[in-house]
């Protein structure tokens, strides 16, 4: 079993991650889901939260080797990229999608210095917008962006271009295809089921939930 596919059980497991094709969830951006994913939920499972960690650790550890500092996105990646900053014993801050009102106005909280080698650590990727606004924010206040690890992947075209083109590294522990994969192997979603999620992947804006 690969990592990917242990990291996807566990969302399973502890039901992070729903599916309904029948009567799909609907995004704040408008569009029909299939699937809801609430990483938040693992860190109220002491066994497979310690998973998750150890699994984020472990590819910071062998992928992003130069990282000096980790950065969390808030707010879910907020409790991630302590507890992983806090086994591999790096600095650690967090930034907040715009200035706080008062007191100093940080949307960076925690120290930086110019020129350090920054990892992001993000929840998950839908389309990468709002992930990648925190990476022009990370390099706007003079750090160096080296990439961003996430708990799961959406699988977009639209967000590994975007990735691409701001030309910043991402590592996902698992994605969209290994997880319904492994709920057809469950039982947990029939094959024509599986037919319609894989559909929405690839036309997530325009999906209505119709089982083809």
Not at 46 to 56: A, C
Request: with cysteine; hydrophobic share 45%; net charge negative.
């Amino acid at each position: 079993m690969t990592n990917e596919t242990m990291v996807a059980e566990k969302l399973l497991q502890v039901q992070a991650v729903k599916l309904n094709v029948a009567e799909p969830y609907t995004w704040a951006s408008g569009w029909k889901s299939p699937i809801y994913c609430d990483n938040r939920k693992l860190l109220s499972f002491p066994y497979e939260r310690d998973f998750i960690k150890s699994e984020l650790c472990s590819v910071i550890f062998e992928k992003f080797p130069e990282a000096q500092a980790l950065a969390g996105v808030a707010t879910a990646g907020i409790a991630w990229g302590a507890m992983a900053a806090d086994q591999l014993k790096l600095p650690y801050m967090y930034v907040r999608p715009k200035p706080k009102e008062h007191g100093m106005g940080n949307q960076i909280e925690g120290l930086f210095e110019e020129g350090q080698k920054v990892l992001v650590i993000e929840d998950l990727i839908s389309t990468g917008k709002s992930s990648l606004q925190v990476c022009d924010i990370l390099k706007n206040a003079g750090v160096e962006v080296i990439g961003m690890v996430s708990i799961f992947n959406y699988g977009f075209t639209e967000a590994a271009e975007a990735f691409n083109t701001a030309g910043v590294k991402l590592s996902s522990l698992t994605n969209y295809e290994v997880l319904i994969n492994i709920a057809e192997g469950k039982g947990l979603v029939n094959a024509t089921q599986l037919h319609s999620l894989l559909e929405w992947r690839t036309r997530p804006s325009t999906w209505t939930g119709a089982i083809l």
